[in-house]
């Protein structure tokens, strides 16, 4: 069959076989930065879900100092003047010349 072209027929399996694993590794190759890439776009999004996350975390927690810090100094700013407070009977009260002279 393959006497006079020259080539026998282990060259031919060899060369078949040869092929074959030609195909399967740039199947594999193609495979591979298929994968690579599905990996790259599924970690890209996982990282930026990820800082989007981190992101609203982060604001919250701002806000919510912001809000703790404006309320806590409400609240000393009216420890400090009570509202039932009433200067001249103040033990600390000291009369103004204004109010001396009238």
Do not use: Q
């Not at 199947?27 to 996982?46: F, K, M, Q, W």
């Not at 927690?61 to 009977?89: N, T």
């Amino acid at each position: 069959m393959f006497s006079g072209s020259g080539v026998s027929w282990s060259k031919v399996m060899i060369m078949e076989h040869f092929r074959s694993l030609k195909e399967i590794s740039s199947e594999l190759t193609i495979r591979g930065r298929y994968e690579e890439e599905a990996i790259v776009r599924c970690t890209s999004s996982a990282v930026d879900r990820y800082k989007r996350e981190a992101s609203t975390i982060e604001d919250y927690d701002r806000s919510m100092y912001i809000l703790y810090h404006r309320s806590m100094s409400r609240r000393e700013m009216r420890d400090l003047v009570p509202a039932d407070f009433k200067p001249k009977a103040s033990p600390n009260y000291k009369i103004t010349p204004d109010e001396f002279l009238t």
